[in-house]
């Protein structure tokens, strides 16, 4: 323990003892990337609407608004911490800044490369990260021992988008993915997850931006797409530049799924069962945009710590992510079923919403899949599967 | 919908009316027996014989949820959510007669004992109103956690207890001074509430945590927490939501939500006697009068099971509209 944290702490007793201000201060921590390429949606990428960058830390305010009267109640003064930084030197900087101001949770809204930056020097201070945004399983497997991760991982979102496929009966998949590197990593984790659901790959095909792109996209999607038989295509395009053209212009009239079309995403504005609206319509009134699946992230993250906070009386970092990881835990992220933390990888157990641009089609885990301990289970790499590599 | 003006020319008509037949208002109650379903969202009410046959379906304002009949079960409330009101039925001519304006979003509500004034949870601007009901006017907006729902008050009266879904908590509001007096953590996202017809406890259902809380209301404080599994079901199964408790307080019935059962509990002992599969998510649930039967809104399977609360087991299902809500018998 730092010892500016020990007299802190100390301070905290004497008041205590004394009976004087029961509140005890809590910061919750939030860093992003100055201008985060992944944000930046320049051909007007309009199918999804993008946060603009930066403003996903309106989850992490709403959600100290909807806990108020909690944190209220129990004593606890509850601040936002938010910084950002073009690099991983200026995060480091900053989250040592905020550990300093007292955060003990800090919500990361950034790449996974970052993330794995911050999580190696996370070791050192005395602060749990919360990875709100990086899918990548491969910030799973590192078993960083002061991570969580409230963003779905890919094989949680493949693995819903191919609970869909099988219950459809759509068996047989044309993969296609471009050049930006999370598109080959999405490409793999739908190629495990269609694995493990007996889902066929007809052929994997990279596809890429050409010079002139009038013609080629048009050329280019028919001869993607044709000289084999499939019931789908699964499109991995981060960027989402290239994969906005293909429904409609493939060479066989079948259904796109992944990047574009059928979506698996973490929250979707237009689902309307187990209290989602009222989420998304307080997000609405707040910030004047439709709540993202980022959003959704950073706001479940930052209500899982004041939860934690406000259900336990050990105020430690390793005794509230204790509570976080445990069955104690009962999460409410208005998806119906209540959420939890997963004690081997730090992953938050939760549903994904299959959903076209103005509607959620299905939510997984689908009806029929079924798992010894926790249906949530069925989505991403299972207890049994998984192995550190760090 | 019938325009505003008409209403108002009708209800007039009909306070008068009420207002002579007064001292005989119970005299006026026809025991129809008749069931009104709430259904969000078709935005009607769904009348049934007491034979389950359809009556008709009184259109009503927008996103119609929870429902009160007034002590006569002359006229029935209805809160609308997306409407901002509390629509009035005439329960002799099954027609909206008047509305109460509210604020954002009603969801569940309470009469004073004297129905003078609606306690109502307002779910988007996280409020507890205090509505004159003669005057139509608010006249107390209490602030209350995120997505206020479960609304009931206390047997003296002069207690009203509000669940907060966000915030994991009951709201104790005073009406005397028209202020949270206490704030009492429970489970994750408490929905709704009974209060036994001794006066001494409070129940909780809380939908995500798969709890009930018991709340001692001599002390405020939690005096046990029930947990239920119908076979075959995991405890993240199991989403409580609607309850109902019979008059002399010995059962309670509890709909079970996702688990898509009704659970007969003994309240004393609080053994569960029965299971009693109904629709998908159980949610709210009413009894008779003569509190031989129950009836279940099943959310997501639109329609409304009916159950033999003697022998414990479902008679029937009747489809209705759009995501029930609500049901209520008059008789």
Same mark, same amino acid.
């Given at each position: 323990?730092?010892?500016?944290?020990?007299?802190?702490?100390?301070?905290?007793?004497?008041?205590?003892?004394?009976?004087?201000?029961?509140?005890?201060?809590?910061?919750?921590?939030?860093?992003?990337?100055?201008?985060?390429?992944?944000?930046?949606?320049?051909?007007?990428?309009?199918?999804?609407?993008?946060?603009?960058?930066?403003?996903?830390?309106?989850?992490?305010?709403?959600?100290?608004?909807?806990?108020?009267?909690?944190?209220?109640?129990?004593?606890?003064?509850?601040?936002?911490?938010?910084?950002?930084?073009?690099?991983?030197?200026?995060?480091?900087?900053?989250?040592?800044?905020?550990?300093?101001?007292?955060?003990?949770?800090?919500?990361?809204?950034?790449?996974?490369?970052?993330?794995?930056?911050?999580?190696?020097?996370?070791?050192?201070?005395?602060?749990?990260?919360?990875?709100?945004?990086?899918?990548?399983?491969?910030?799973?497997?590192?078993?960083?021992?002061?991570?969580?991760? @409230?963003?779905?991982?890919?094989?949680?979102?493949?693995?819903?988008?191919?609970?869909?496929?099988?219950?459809?009966?759509?068996?047989?998949?044309?993969?296609?993915?471009?050049?930006?590197?999370?598109?080959?990593?999405?490409?793999?984790?739908?190629?495990?997850?269609?694995?493990?659901?007996?889902?066929?790959?007809?052929?994997?095909?990279?596809?890429?931006?050409?010079?002139?792109?009038?013609?080629?996209?048009?050329?280019?999607?028919?001869?993607?797409?044709?000289?084999?038989?499939?019931?789908?295509?699964?499109?991995?395009?981060?960027?989402?530049?290239?994969?906005?053209?293909?429904?409609?212009?493939?060479?066989?009239?079948?259904?796109?799924?992944?990047?574009?079309?059928? @979506?698996?995403?973490?929250?979707?504005?237009?689902?309307?069962?187990?209290?989602?609206?009222?989420?998304?319509?307080?997000?609405?009134?707040?910030?004047?945009?439709?709540?993202?699946?980022?959003?959704?992230?950073?706001?479940?993250?930052?209500?899982?710590?004041? @939860?934690?906070?406000?259900?336990?009386?050990?105020?430690?970092?390793?005794?509230?992510?204790?509570?976080?990881?445990?069955?104690?835990?009962?999460?409410?992220?208005?998806?119906?079923?209540?959420?939890?933390?997963?004690?081997?990888?730090?992953?938050?157990?939760?549903?994904?919403?299959?959903?076209?641009?103005?509607?959620?089609?299905?939510?997984?885990?689908?009806?029929?899949?079924?798992?010894?301990?926790?249906?949530?289970? @069925?989505?991403?790499?299972?207890?049994?599967?998984?192995?550190?590599?760090? | 919908?019938?325009?505003?003006?008409?209403?108002?020319?009708?209800?007039?008509?009909?306070?008068?009316?009420?207002?002579?037949?007064? =001292?005989?208002?119970?005299?006026?109650?026809?025991?129809?027996?008749?069931?009104?379903?709430?259904?969000?969202?078709?935005?009607?009410?769904?009348? #049934?014989?007491?034979?389950?046959? #359809?009556?008709?379906?009184?259109?009503?304002?927008?996103?119609?949820?929870?429902?009160?009949?007034?002590?006569?079960?002359?006229?029935?409330?209805?809160?609308?959510?997306?409407?901002?009101?509390?629509?009035?039925?005439?329960?002799?001519?099954?027609?909206?007669?008047?509305?109460?304006?509210?604020?954002?979003?009603?969801?569940?509500?309470?009469?004073?004992?004297?129905?003078?004034?609606?306690?109502?949870?307002?779910?988007?601007?996280?409020?507890?109103?205090?509505?004159?009901?003669?005057?139509?006017?608010?006249?107390?907006?209490?602030?209350?956690?995120?997505?206020?729902?479960?609304?009931?008050?206390?047997?003296?009266?002069?207690?009203?207890?509000?669940?907060?879904?966000?915030?994991?908590?009951?709201?104790?509001?005073?009406?005397?001074?028209?202020?949270?007096?206490?704030?009492?953590?429970?489970?994750?996202? =408490?929905?709704?509430?009974?209060?036994?017809?001794?006066?001494?406890?409070?129940?909780?259902?809380?939908? #995500?945590?798969?709890?009930?809380?018991?709340?001692?209301?001599?002390?405020?404080?939690?005096?046990?927490?029930?947990?239920?599994?119908?076979?075959?079901?995991?405890?993240?199964?199991?989403?409580?939501?609607?309850?109902?408790?019979?008059?002399?307080?010995?059962?309670?019935?509890?709909?079970?939500?996702?688990?898509?059962?009704?659970?007969?509990? %003994?309240?004393?002992?609080?053994?569960?006697?029965?299971?009693?599969?109904?629709?998908?998510?159980?949610?709210?649930?009413?009894?008779?009068? %003569?509190?031989?039967?129950?009836?279940?809104?099943?959310?997501?399977?639109?329609?409304?099971?009916?159950?033999?609360?003697?022998?414990?087991?479902?008679?029937?299902?009747?489809?209705?509209?759009?995501?029930?809500?609500?049901?209520?018998?008059? %008789?």
């Amino acid at each position: 323990m730092k010892p500016w944290l020990r007299q802190v702490l100390a301070l905290f007793v004497l008041l205590a003892g004394t009976g004087l201000a029961a509140a005890e201060d809590v910061v919750i921590g939030y860093l992003s990337q100055t201008d985060d390429p992944r944000y930046v949606r320049d051909w007007g990428y309009a199918r999804l609407i993008e946060p603009p960058a930066d403003k996903t830390v309106d989850g992490a305010t709403m959600a100290l608004g909807d806990m108020s009267f909690v944190t209220d109640a129990t004593g606890l003064a509850v601040t936002l911490d938010a910084r950002n930084a073009p690099d991983l030197d200026g995060l480091k900087t900053a989250l040592e800044a905020e550990v300093a101001a007292g955060a003990r949770f800090v919500i990361l809204d950034l790449n996974a490369e970052l993330v794995a930056g911050l999580a190696e020097a996370a070791a050192n201070l005395d602060v749990m990260l919360v990875n709100a945004t990086a899918p990548d399983d491969s910030l799973r497997t590192a078993c960083f021992s002061d991570l969580l991760h @409230t963003s779905p991982s890919d094989r949680m979102l493949e693995d819903a988008l191919t609970q869909y496929l099988r219950a459809q009966n759509w068996t047989r998949a044309l993969v296609l993915f471009g050049e930006n590197p999370r598109d080959s990593i999405v490409a793999d984790a739908f190629a495990k997850s269609a694995a493990r659901l007996r889902i066929n790959i007809s052929d994997t095909r990279p596809f890429s931006l050409a010079a002139d792109p009038q013609n080629r996209e048009q050329n280019n999607i028919k001869l993607l797409t044709g000289g084999t038989d499939y019931d789908l295509v699964f499109v991995a395009d981060t960027r989402g530049e290239f994969a906005r053209y293909i429904p409609y212009a493939t060479n066989l009239p079948r259904p796109v799924v992944g990047s574009v079309g059928l @979506t698996p995403l973490a929250w979707h504005w237009s689902f309307e069962r187990d209290g989602a609206t009222q989420v998304s319509s307080r997000f609405d009134r707040m910030t004047g945009r439709k709540m993202s699946g980022e959003d959704w992230s950073v706001w479940i993250a930052a209500k899982a710590i004041l @939860t934690a906070y406000t259900k336990t009386t050990d105020h430690s970092v390793d005794a509230l992510a204790a509570y976080m990881r445990s069955d104690a835990m009962r999460l409410d992220g208005s998806k119906g079923v209540s959420l939890n933390f997963r004690d081997w990888d730090g992953q938050l157990r939760m549903p994904v919403m299959l959903a076209t641009s103005d509607a959620v089609i299905a939510v997984a885990p689908l009806e029929g899949y079924l798992h010894k301990d926790n249906t949530l289970d @069925t989505l991403g790499t299972d207890r049994a599967e998984f192995r550190c590599s760090p | 919908m019938s325009s505003s003006r008409n209403r108002t020319s009708i209800a007039t008509l009909i306070a008068a009316t009420l207002l002579a037949a007064m =001292p005989a208002a119970s005299a006026l109650a026809a025991d129809t027996g008749l069931i009104f379903i709430s259904n969000e969202r078709s935005n009607d009410i769904y009348v #049934l014989s007491p034979d389950y046959q #359809l009556v008709t379906k009184i259109e009503t304002d927008r996103r119609p949820r929870d429902m009160h009949f007034n002590e006569a079960h002359t006229l029935l409330y209805v809160a609308c959510g997306d409407d901002d009101v509390i629509d009035i039925i005439n329960v002799a001519t099954l027609e909206v007669v008047d509305a109460i304006p509210t604020g954002p979003s009603p969801e569940v509500f309470a009469f004073s004992p004297d129905e003078s004034q609606i306690y109502v949870s307002n779910e988007e601007d996280s409020t507890l109103e205090i509505i004159d009901v003669a005057d139509k006017i608010v006249t107390t907006r209490i602030p209350t956690g995120a997505e206020p729902e479960g609304v009931i008050h206390s047997v003296d009266g002069k207690t009203v207890f509000v669940t907060s879904e966000v915030a994991d908590m009951v709201h104790v509001v005073d009406l005397a001074s028209q202020s949270v007096v206490k704030n009492i953590i429970v489970g994750t996202r =408490p929905r709704r509430f009974i209060v036994t017809p001794d006066g001494n406890e409070l129940w909780v259902s809380d939908e #995500l945590s798969s709890e009930v809380h018991v709340i001692d209301l001599n002390t405020m404080e939690i005096k046990q927490v029930l947990t239920f599994l119908p076979p075959g079901f995991r405890p993240e199964d199991v989403t409580p939501v609607g309850m109902a408790i019979t008059r002399d307080g010995t059962k309670t019935l509890i709909s079970l939500g996702r688990a898509n059962h009704l659970a007969i509990i %003994d309240t004393a002992s609080r053994n569960v006697l029965a299971y009693v599969l109904v629709g998908s998510r159980a949610w709210s649930v009413d009894l008779s009068h %003569d509190e031989k039967t129950a009836i279940v809104a099943n959310g997501l399977s639109d329609d409304i099971t009916i159950v033999d609360t003697g022998s414990m087991k479902p008679v029937k299902s009747v489809p209705v509209g759009r995501t029930p809500h609500t049901v209520v018998i008059d %008789d």
